[in-house]
């Protein structure tokens, strides 16, 4: 009976801890919005660090972040072209085989999209923490103003992003990816980008790195 429970919570590997729920070994909060947030970036074992730097599209983090080692780039100087997504297929959001949340955290964790980003910018309250819980780093605490939801609430590191072998605006800056490109602008994906006393979205080239908050679907 013993060895039944324990395959049977192996099987759908989620469950209850003392910090909270987990899924597959990772913490997430239920801010009551259309999926569930991680409690850590991709890669990072705490709230305040900053995890890896990803292209999108790629899988696996690199120690430099071009256009020239970038998975979904063929061509030269004269040439360049971004394959696979846009108007090469049709497709704006990330195949799961594609996704680093996916490939790393496995079963249904994934990088947001561009709308679910959104709607943790707009339906959450932003606080800018300038040294997050005696840590030192600072960055957004968002919590949730949802009935019977308050007081839940994730932290956002500003880990900066990656360009070369350079993390840029670290402790200034988040750049968290998501997992749509921007229409008709295939070479671009949107990101959610903030720093103190702003929160936004904006896009970049799909070759740059940035840190990646896994969000679980419901």
């Not at 039944?4 to 910090?19: G, N």
């Not at 561009?114 to 910018?121: A, F, I, M, S, V």
């Not at 360009?163 to 008709?184: E, K």
């Amino acid at each position: 009976m013993r060895h039944l429970l324990i395959s049977i919570l192996l099987i759908f590997s989620i469950s209850l801890s003392a910090k909270g729920p987990v899924s597959r070994g990772h913490g997430y909060v239920d801010l009551g919005l259309s999926v569930r947030w991680a409690t850590c970036n991709l890669g990072a074992s705490s709230p305040e660090k900053a995890g890896n730097y990803y292209a999108w599209g790629e899988t696996e983090p690199k120690d430099s972040c071009t256009v020239w080692n970038y998975r979904w780039c063929e061509g030269f100087f004269w040439d360049l072209r971004f394959t696979k997504y846009g108007e090469v297929d049709g497709k704006v959001v990330l195949e799961s085989s594609d996704d680093a949340a996916t490939a790393a955290w496995g079963g249904k964790w994934r990088t947001p999209t561009h709308e679910e980003q959104e709607e943790l910018r707009t339906a959450c309250k932003w606080t800018w923490c300038d040294d997050y819980k005696g840590s030192g780093v600072c960055g957004y605490l968002v919590e949730s103003e949802l009935a019977g939801y308050e007081g839940r609430s994730i932290f956002l590191p500003a880990a900066g992003d990656k360009l070369g072998t350079a993390v840029r605006s670290c402790g200034v800056r988040g750049y968290y990816m998501s997992s749509t490109i921007v229409p008709g602008h295939d070479h671009g994906a949107c990101y959610l980008l903030f720093e103190k006393g702003s929160k936004d979205w904006m896009y970049c080239y799909r070759y740059y790195g940035q840190t990646v908050r896994p969000v679980l679907s419901k």
